[in-house]
């Protein structure tokens, strides 16, 4: 699971594509956001979904809650990976382990100013039941949890990596130019990225942002792991 690239908001199959032949591992899909401000239908993630052969991974992205809800969601979309970004609870998470022992789960760890303390809490009570953890950068403006195109303090996450008995991805403003600085200072399992590899008038994902995120993540991963071996 060390070096995993996970890239954000699939729009539609043509997006799949480029994300896939640029290198990138797993395809994240928003749905079931609380603003219904979804890219895609759910007709059309499960289509792509369908396709995605197995050397990739469609993760749905979402604020589900309930752990009945997710599991329904997730075989009515074919996905065999969650990432949420809601308040889910210990017990719903616990839950959902019992009724989906299959299922990959994400659990996001949303870092505001001063909250490292509330975050470990979370790592402590919920790691027995999920598979990776994913800090995300909270805006405060807005009150966004995800997808805000935004940094946070890294060594927050650092500190996370430590504790965290379950690897962690490392999500939140990540772009071509950053990423590899963020996985050198931060040495996450994963990155993820979604704003920050789109065109800024179409919305896009921009090939050559992909093509140079997919690169430099494999990079500063490389590093990593020879300086691990050294
Ligand atoms: O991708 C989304 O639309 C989304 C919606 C709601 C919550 C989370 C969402 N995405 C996650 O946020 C990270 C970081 O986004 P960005 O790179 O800062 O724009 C993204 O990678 C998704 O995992």
Known sequence: MQGLIQVAGVIDQ???????????????????????????????????????????????ITYLTDAEEIKTFCEELGVTAIQLHGDVTGEELRKLRRIAPDLYVLKSLVVKQDNLDELTTI????????????TDTFNPATGAKGATGLLHDWSISA?????????LMLA?????DNVAAAITEVRPAAVDAHTGLEDPVTRRK???????????ARRA??????????
Do not use: C, Y
């Open 159 to 167: 500190e996370l990596v430590r504790i965290s008995p379950k690897p």
């Open 14 to 60: 043509a997006e799949a594509d480029l994300i896939r032949e640029e290198g990138a591992d797993w395809l994240g899909f928003a749905l079931r956001l609380p603003a219904k401000n979804e890219d895609l239908s759910e007709a059309d993630a499960a289509a792509i979904v369908k396709e995605i052969q197995p050397e990739h991974r469609g993760v749905v």
């Open 172 to 176: 939140g403003g990540l772009n071509p």
């Open 123 to 134: 790592v402590d009570e919920a790691a027995e039941w999920v598979d990776m953890f994913i």
């Open 206 to 216: 921009d090939r050559t942002k992909v093509r140079k995120f997919v690169q430099e």
């Open 221 to 230: 991963f490389a590093e990593l792991e020879r300086g691990a071996k050294a």
